[in-house]
């Protein structure tokens, strides 16, 4: 993992390595995976969120900057 951000629900997205975003459900129980995005071609460096929390905008050392729509 070479980002990460926790959401207001308790639940995170990380960046990694590869360029997968993930998204992330926590529970104190149970730790599932919702989505896996791969846009990127390199590390993903940063992840940044809008107050709601419905878009997410990563940035990866291969130049790119992706904006998510976290609610589709």
Sequence with gaps: MSAIVCLQNGGLISGGAEG????WSIDPTVQRMKTNLKEHRSLVSCIILSQ???RAVSVSTDGSCIVWDLEN
Excluded: C, G, H, T
């Excluded at 997968?20 to 998204?23: D, L, P, S, W, Y």
């Design 20 to 23: 997968e975003i993930r998204v």
């Design 52 to 54: 709601d929390d419905k």
